[in-house]
């Protein structure tokens, strides 16, 4: 993976397209999918979508796979949760559950439509740069100056937490005269004192830092960006693209008579 | 261009105020270094005039501040930035952006410049202040020293007629702060008025013209020619803690030279058993190998040093020696305690006595009380027992995390950067109690910036140059080796370089300067 | 309620907020991992247990910032963050779940017209807080017609109430204790009432 809110370092047609529209397109469809719940549709789309992003991000296999583990166990939960809890005709039996051919659907659908989204949710950010995204929203999407840059000032406080929490948890360890060399506590008691120490360091530099961008003019009138993102008619024909084959593929699958929705099931 | 009357600020909460009838006028071109103690008010007074206090920060404000023909008071912050530059005190945090040039042109954006002449601005002024190879950084990669430059560009891009700046090298190693010093002296430009706080005088070479002394009431002491001001009061500047160049610094003595100081001999430590023993201790983080081949031994009753640039990889050897990052290689030895460079990390409690009781507690020590009291009474925490840890000044926090570590009774004791942005006296106090602790039979390994420090409580130098140690052995060796200290990249503080002259050793003469000048011994 | 413009401060500390409570979560997301598994069949429940502990940011920021819609904006900044930066599964449905959670834990202050912070408001906003995410997974998830619907609203519920009402008073009065707060209206009200503690801070 690349640091957090950074894009994958080359360039590619996912990486050029402008981000709004990438995460509209993005919201768009991940709305789209909450409403077929038969595996079929979303299997459908992931065949599609995978080697789709893939190809036009030149995300590598190995590094889409690795980051689809992640969610893996979210999916395998919501399969295994509602494979015992929904009535239908009972095809197994496990633990002294009942598993409904109901339930299996449904779960299977769930869980598909979780490796989908999640999919599609790293394709995203290994081709999207967060910082360029805010600028986009700022110019594109009328999010006014401060919400902006208060959201970047969060991203810069989320990119020093990962170190800041090593610190601060090898501060307080070594606090314990009893602590062992080359461990860290992981008790609830000391990972919540270590979490509210970092609350209040991060909070202490979010102060500091609005200041500093205050002091340098933030809010104080129109203002101008010098990197500006581009958004043109590549933009638009993207949209239509990934909008159009998206509906087509529930529009195959509702003809071939496979879709199914909560009112159905 | 500046315009302060009978300016008072009292913080909420606070019965006295911070500062009191503070009269300023700047004029334009004119540079002013701002001296005083520990929160003595620095910091507030160039807060009023960014328009931080009291619009961002609370707090009663009376009499007037003018800048650039606006009340500071009451022009929004943002509006008076069309006209004040500003570098608040902790570099670190007002990188608020995630690339160098986002960062550098952020204040010119904001000002609605044409976006053609934004780019060209931003690199000549990154260019400017010594920073042009760090246009294509992110700025969370910056090391503490390259993010202080760009702050500093940061501040400068924009032209403005009145320049604040507050401690522009409190986190710099010697070299980096030359460096920044230079740039400081460079960007100051036709017409620009300048208020500037800084501690290490020395290291600026070249003071501005004028300065304004605050005292410890929050009152303007003295404000006149630098020359002038440094000299005739240089006794009482002395003792009221402030760092002061070392021709001054040998006024407030009464000496004309170091070498007419009268030097007592200070005992040498003896070295007592060895307490703590690493052997070719490496360390990896990230892809890198930031530390190779080191070899330390600790003993009872001796203070080491640790000295290097920024990033020669000192914090990450007091790392290893706690037992806190893998490390290739041995380490033997008693029981280990490490003092963090920022006290925030480290504290776990609610109140101070809290903080202090929490190691004996967990060490299941039987005198819990007792060592708490000492421990109240050896750090001055007296009357603070109840205070959270949160809310001590940035000093009495530093005695907390010392205190609270030397109550639990550890072997060893380490401790990263424990004087940086205090004033003479408080750092001083802080190397006595680093000295008391190793005449109480610990070992201590100090790592720090300040040459001066060194040289008035450490026994031994270990030299690090990008990971690899240069030379391990006594103070007086090491700190006489010009060939070395220049191939370690570490210039020699001026009073270090006239300590020599002396013939005495070195901490015998700098214990002289101390006495002669600060007023009575301070405990921690 | 004020109707001051809110300060770039106030923007930023709840940009913070909204980081932390994600990052934080994001720390302890092995722990729920763990107990997933550790609950087999069942983990999918383990989510209601938690559910608390992601909505915390929302009476937290209501509590410190004291204006109408600080807590959904803090929990839609929470996913935006979540979405763009730490690439969450979930997608930019998160940004629903924020603004659904966020505002059902302002219900509670918003029925008090932002006058209130007492125990009884912090327990109804994490009460409304869990009903509000329940009402949202029946959408998403179909819990209606799941077994265990009962099970799910009553844990989502509690968790609510225990970490994510009761939880955001007891570190929003511990924070307010260290003075990083003071400059806010929660460390104003608390100067006002003259408590013990709001002695000289080191400066920001
Ligand atoms: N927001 C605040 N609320 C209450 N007290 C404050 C606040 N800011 C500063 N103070 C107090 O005001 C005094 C002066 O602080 P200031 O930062 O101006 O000192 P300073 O001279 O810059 O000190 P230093 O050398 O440590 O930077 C200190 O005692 C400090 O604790
Ligand atoms: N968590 C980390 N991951 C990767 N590299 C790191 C990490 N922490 C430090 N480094 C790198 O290791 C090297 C040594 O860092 P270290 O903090 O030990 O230096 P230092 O001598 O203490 O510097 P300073 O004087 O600035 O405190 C630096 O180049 C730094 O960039
Ligand atoms: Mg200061
Ligand atoms: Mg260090």
Redesign the pocket.
């Known amino acids: 993976m690349t640091a957090l809110g950074q894009a994958l370092p080359h360039d590619s047609v996912l990486h050029r397209r402008n981000p709004t529209v990438k995460l509209a397109v993005f919201f768009v469809v991940s709305v789209v999918v909450l409403v077929p719940v038969d595996p079929w549709t979303p299997l459908a789309l992931l065949v599609v979508a995978a080697p789709a992003v893939v190809h036009a991000g030149r995300i590598p296999w190995p590094t889409l796979g690795r980051a689809a583990l992640l969610f893996g166990p979210f999916a395998f939960s919501l399969l295994a949760v509602n494979a015992v809890t929904r009535d239908g005709p009972v095809v197994a039996e496990v633990l002294g559950l009942e598993v409904t051919r109901t339930g299996l659907t449904v779960g299977v659908a769930l869980a598909l439509r979780t490796v989908l989204v999640g999919t599609l949710a790293v394709a995203f950010t290994l081709t999207t740069d967060g910082a360029r995204l805010m600028t986009s929203l700022h110019q594109h999407a009328r999010l006014g100056a401060r919400p902006t840059f208060a959201v970047l000032a969060g991203y810069r406080v989320l990119e020093d937490l990962p ?1 800041r929490w ?1 610190t601060i948890r090898q501060a307080q360890s070594v606090r314990d005269p009893r602590h062992r060399r080359g461990t860290l506590p992981r008790d609830p008691g000391s990972l919540s004192r270590a979490a509210f120490a970092l609350l209040v360091v991060a909070l202490r530099q979010g102060e500091r830092m609005a200041i500093a961008m205050e002091t340098r003019g933030l809010g104080s009138g129109p203002r101008t960006v010098h990197r500006p993102v581009a958004l043109d008619r590549r933009d638009a024909v993207f949209a239509a693209l990934v909008l159009g084959v998206c509906l087509l593929v529930v529009l195959v699958t509702w003809r071939a008579g496979l879709l199914r929705t909560w009112s159905t099931v | 261009m500046i315009e302060v009357r009978g300016l008072g600020v009292t913080f909420p909460g606070t019965p006295a105020p911070v500062l009191r009838s503070v009269d300023l006028d700047v004029r334009p071109g004119e540079q002013v270094l701002v001296l005083a103690g520990s929160g003595a008010g620095k910091s507030t007074l160039l807060r009023v005039l960014a328009g931080i206090v009291p619009q961002v920060v609370d707090a009663e404000v009376t009499g007037v501040a003018r800048v650039a023909g606006l009340d500071a008071t009451t022009t929004p912050t943002a509006d008076l930035a069309a006209h004040v530059g500003t570098l608040t005190q902790d570099p670190t945090d007002q990188l608020c952006l995630p690339t160098v040039l986002d960062e550098v042109a952020f204040a010119l954006e904001n000002r609605g410049v044409d976006p053609g002449l934004i780019g060209p601005a931003v690199h000549r002024t990154l260019a400017s202040v010594g920073a042009a190879h760090l246009a294509g950084r992110r700025t969370a990669e910056l ?3 390259e993010g202080q430059r760009v702050a500093l560009a940061a501040a400068l891009v924009a032209d403005p007629q009145v320049l604040l700046l507050d401690e522009p090298t409190a ?1 710099l ?1 010697p070299a980096a702060a030359r460096g920044v010093a230079r740039a400081v002296r460079g960007a100051v430009g036709d017409g620009r008025a300048t208020v500037m706080v800084e501690h290490r005088l020395d290291e600026l070479g070249h003071l501005p013209a004028r300065v304004l002394v605050l005292g410890p009431d929050g009152r303007v002491r003295a404000d006149g020619p630098t020359e002038r001001v440094l000299h005739d009061d240089a006794r009482s500047l002395a003792g009221m803690g402030t760092w002061l160049p070392l021709s001054a610094e040998l006024t407030a003595a009464g000496v004309g030279s170091l070498e007419r100081l009268t030097v007592d001999p200070v005992p040498t430590s003896v070295p007592g058993v060895r307490v703590l023993s690493a052997r070719g201790l490496s ?1 990896r ?2 892809q ?1 190998t ?2 190779d081949g080191v070899d330390l031994d600790v003993h009872a009753g001796r203070v080491t040093a640790v000295v ?10 007091l ?1 290893a020696l706690a037992g806190l990052l893998p490390a290739g290689g041995t380490v033997t030895g008693g029981s280990v305690g490490l003092v963090f ?1 920022h006290p925030e990390h480290q504290f776990l409690a609610r109140s101070v006595h809290d903080e202090l009781a929490w190691g004996p507690h967990r060490a299941r020590l039987p005198d819990v009380d007792e060592r708490v009291s000492a421990g109240l009474d050896d750090y001055r925490l007296r009357g603070l027992e109840d205070r959270d840890p949160f809310r001590l000044s940035g000093g009495q926090q530093r005695r907390l995390s010392l205190g609270a570590m030397a109550v639990c009774g550890h072997d060893v004791l380490l401790a ?2 424990p004087t940086f942005g205090q004033d003479r006296r408080t750092s001083a106090a802080c190397a006595d109690a680093l000295r008391r602790l190793a005449d109480e039979g610990r070992g201590v390994v100090l ?1 720090t ?1 300040d040459l001066r420090l060194v040289g008035e409580v450490a026994d031994d130098v270990l030299l ?1 140059r990008a ?1 690899h140690p240069l030379a391990l052995g006594p103070v007086d060796d090491v700190l006489a080796d010009d060939a070395l200290l220049s191939r370690a990249g570490l210039p020699l503080p001026a009073v270090l370089a006239a300590s020599r002259t002396t013939g005495h050793p070195v901490r015998a003469v700098l214990r002289a300067l101390r006495t002669a000048t600060l007023p009575a011994p301070v405990r921690a | 309620m004020n109707r001051r413009r809110i300060s770039l401060s106030e923007l930023v500390l709840l940009a913070v907020l909204a980081v932390v409570s994600g990052f934080v979560y994001w720390a302890l997301v092995q722990a729920w991992i763990a107990l997933q598994i550790a609950m087999g069949p069942f983990g999918d429940l383990a989510q209601h247990v938690l559910i608390g502990g992601w909505m915390v940011a929302a009476p937290l920021a209501l509590y410190i910032v004291r204006r109408p819609g600080v807590g959904i904006v803090v929990e839609l900044a929470a996913a935006l963050v979540e979405v763009v930066f730490l690439a969450s599964p979930v997608g930019p449905m998160l940004l629903v779940v924020g603004l659904v959670q966020g505002a059902g834990a302002e219900a509670a202050f918003a029925l008090t017209r932002y006058r209130r912070y007492d125990w009884g408001v912090f327990v109804l906003s994490g009460a409304l807080a869990g009903l509000a995410s329940t009402v949202l997974g029946m959408v998403r998830f179909g819990w209606l017609t799941q077994d265990w619907f009962a099970w799910r609203l009553g844990l989502q519920v509690a968790s609510g109430i225990l970490l994510c009402g009761i939880a955001a008073k007891v570190i929003g009065d511990a924070l307010a204790r260290t003075g990083v707060l003071d400059n806010t209206p929660l460390g104003r009200a608390r100067r006002e009432t003259t408590s013990p503690d709001t002695e000289p801070v080191p400066v920001a």
């Open positions: 170190g090593t | 090391s503490g020293g986190l190693d360390v983080r990230g890198r930031v530390l290097g640039l920024n990033g020669s990889g000192k914090s990450s050897l790392l460079q990263d950067e790592v910036h690090l990971g």
